[in-house]
T-cell receptor, first 112, second 115 residues
Framework: KQEVTQIPAALSVPEGENLVLNCSFT??????LQWFRQDPGKGLTSLLL?????REQTSGRLNASLDKSSGRSTLYIAASQPGDSATYLC???????????FGTGTRLQVTL | KAGVTQTPRYLIKTRGQQVTLSCSPISGHRSVSWYQQTPGQGLQFLFE???????NKGNFPGRFSGRQFSNSRSEMNVSTLELGDSALYLC??????????????FGPGTRLTVT
């Protein structure tokens, strides 16, 4: 059974800091890994999707890496801003491409 | 391109009642998945529909059911509501994207409160 873990559960950083969020999964036979952002009470916004054949993916100040052999992914956020405050979730397909197993999330707060 | 839409956004129901939630996927997407999000259990997969057929099902009781129409719009029904069904219900759509990816796009969710 695929299990996805995210560390840390919560993180508070001052504006401008670079930070790394971690995601680990137990079954390395994955199609891809997706990172999402969720604001309180809202839906999920897709940030990055890394295919199993890729090592990393970049979008603006975000960079996600994937190491299937070790069952790990990291999301790097450069020059953090207060608007980055949200919960960040990673998810991997389980069994089929459309059935996602989610981590428990990292709640990020960026302070002024 | 319009995103995934869900209606209604908020619902308050009484125990024992039933409820129907609606999801309209991104144009061209044929797969629609439903998830339940609660503080205690996090995000849990309910089921997926593709071309009007249920393709996957999570570990939820039979009170939770769904269907998909020919235009890919999907509905989810919960019968005999229980207090524990209070949650944010999220719908996601996906289609074949670049390099064979099946990126999931989520709607804003329906907040269901059962009293």
């Amino acid at each position: 059974k695929q299990e996805v873990t995210q560390i840390p559960a919560a993180l508070s950083v001052p504006e401008g800091e670079n930070l790394v969020l971690n995601c680990s999964f137990t079954d390395s036979a994955i199609y891809n890994l997706q990172w999402f952002r969720q604001d309180p009470g809202k839906g999920l916004t897709s940030l990055l999707l890394i295919q199993s054949s890729q090592r990393e993916q970049t979008s603006g100040r975000l960079n996600a890496s994937l190491d299937k052999s070790s069952g790990r992914s990291t999301l790097y956020i450069a020059a953090s801003q207060p608007g980055d405050s949200a919960t960040y979730l990673c998810a991997v397909p389980t069994g089929t491409a459309s059935k996602l197993t989610f981590g428990t999330g990292t709640r990020l707060q960026v302070t002024l | 391109k319009a995103g995934v839409t869900q209606t209604p956004r908020y619902l308050i129901k009484t125990r024992g009642q039933q409820v129907t939630l609606s999801c309209s996927p991104i144009s061209g997407h044929r797969s629609v998945s439903w998830y339940q999000q609660t503080p205690g259990q996090g995000l849990q997969f309910l089921f997926e529909y593709f071309s009007e057929t249920q393709r996957n099902k999570g570990n939820f009781p039979g009170r939770f059911s769904g269907r998909q129409f020919s235009n890919s719009r999907s509905e989810m029904n919960v019968s005999t509501l229980e207090l524990g069904d209070s949650a944010l219900y999220l719908c996601a759509s996906s289609g074949l994207g670049g390099r064979g990816s099946y990126e999931q796009y989520f709607g804003p969710g329906t907040r269901l409160t059962v009293t």
